[in-house]
Structures are given as structure tokens and as C-alpha cells.
């Protein structure tokens, strides 16, 4: 199984700010590494899959970008309606995993 | 569009069963698999298996000790989870969700309440 460690688990944060998160699997994978956002009472919406390629619509300021066992999710300019909690995903292998949430908080 | 339309809220005793369902619209429900994922209160996301609605082929991750059932009824465009043997730790969101790369939808989640 393919473990997904991500950190930190909580990001305290001002809007404006510059936001990094990891992801780092357990064995290397292929590129097939989602990352989600999250907002309270919502279901998960992709912002970035095959680790770097930005959905439809989603605005430039979320990247992402990794290979390997590491890879790194970036909102380059917080937004107000960034603060939330964000999930990596592998879909490389069964059983599919997640990483364990990270909450982006107001400072 | 791509659309997942999961079915209500339920509130269950210990012990018994719920079943929940997922209807699609928007794309051909046989060419992608059907995830399901849960999320206990205040906790992250847990995948739970996948059924392809093709052929019936189920995978299940490893901890749900034979309470979980996926099937998919492809003349209703619908999968189902069947939850049996409930209790209290199984309170949580359950999502229904494609989960396939580049092709990631995901139902509104259906909140399952177990309590006495």
C-alpha cells in the first residue's frame, strides 16, 4: 500500500501569503497524485490531478508539482476564500489513499 | 455534465443495515468505475472500494471486515453501498465519487447518523 504523508496539518496564514504544502508518498508512484480542497459541509473539489495540471476553472494562483515520493501543492497568493482544509490523493495503485488533511487557517 | 446524485440522510440503530445510493447522469455509467469515500465527523477522507458497474467487480479496502457491499444497477444508472452490522464508529459522511484520473466527480455525500 502506498502511504501518504502529508504536512504540516495546520497552515496559519494572512491572506496575501504564499502557501506550501507536501505530500510525501511511501514508495515512489507515478504522477497520478490529486489534490483536493475541502470546505466545511462540501464534498472534495479537484483543484490539481496528475500532480501538476490545474482543473477547469480553478485559478492559477493553486499549483502543484512533484514526481517520485514527493510532491508539493502551492496557493502562491491566499485568498479569502482559500481557507479551508486540502487532501492529497494517489491514484496509482489499490488501495487508493489520502493523506491525512491540511487545514489552512486564518492567522 | 457530469452529475452524482446521492440519496438522503439516515439515522440507524446499532446492529442494523442502510443502504445509500448514487445516481449518475452526464457520461456513460459502465466506462468508469464507482468509488466510495468516508468521512467521520471532524476526520479525513477514507477510501472504502470501488465497484466497476461493467461487470460487478468489486474491490474493498482492507479494514471493513465484510459490512460494506458495492453493486451497481446499470439499467438505473445507480450504485449502492450496503452498510450492515452498524455501529456507532461507522457515523459519517459516505461519498460516492469517480475518482479516475482525469475524470474525478463526486456526489454531495449522504450523512449516515448511528446511534441508539
Known amino acids: 500500500d502506498i502511504q501518504l504523508t502529508q504536512s504540516p496539518s495546520v497552515v496559519s496564514a494572512s491572506v496575501g501569503d504564499r502557501v506550501t504544502i507536501t505530500c510525501r508518498a511511501s514508495q515512489p508512484m507515478s504522477i497520478w497524485l490529486t489534490w483536493y480542497q475541502q470546505k466545511p459541509g462540501k464534498a472534495p473539489k479537484v483543484l490539481i490531478s496528475?500532480?501538476?495540471s490545474l482543473e477547469n476553472g480553478v485559478p492559477s494562483r493553486f499549483s502543484g508539482s512533484g514526481s517520485g515520493t514527493d510532491f508539493t501543492f502551492t496557493i502562491s497568493s491566499l485568498q479569502p476564500e482559500d481557507f479551508a482544509t486540502y487532501y492529497c490523493?494517489?491514484?496509482?495503485?489499490?488501495?487508493?489513499?489520502f493523506g491525512q488533511g491540511t487545514r489552512v487557517e486564518s492567522k | 455534465e457530469v452529475h452524482l446524485e446521492q440519496s438522503g440522510s439516515e439515522v440507524k440503530k446499532p446492529g442494523s443495515t442502510v443502504k445509500i445510493s448514487c445516481k449518475i447522469s452526464?457520461?456513460?455509467?459502465?466506462?468508469?468505475?464507482m468509488h466510495w469515500v468516508r468521512q467521520a465527523p471532524g476526520k479525513g477522507l477514507e477510501w472504502l472500494g470501488l465497484v466497476d458497474p461493467e461487470d460487478g467487480k468489486t474491490i474493498y479496502a482492507g479494514n471493513l471486515q465484510d459490512t460494506v457491499t458495492f453493486t451497481a444497477d446499470t439499467s438505473a444508472d445507480t450504485a449502492y453501498l450496503h452498510l450492515s452490522s452498524l455501529k456507532s464508529g461507522d457515523t459519517a459522511i459516505y461519498y460516492c465519487?469517480?475518482?479516475?484520473?482525469?475524470?474525478?466527480?463526486w456526489g454531495q455525500g449522504t450523512l449516515v447518523t448511528v446511534s441508539s
Open positions: 452526464g457520461y456513460t455509467f459502465t466506462a468508469h468505475y
Open positions: 465519487a469517480t475518482l479516475e484520473r482525469m475524470f474525478d466527480f
Open positions: 496528475a500532480a501538476s
Open positions: 490523493h494517489q491514484a496509482n495503485s489499490f488501495p487508493r489513499t
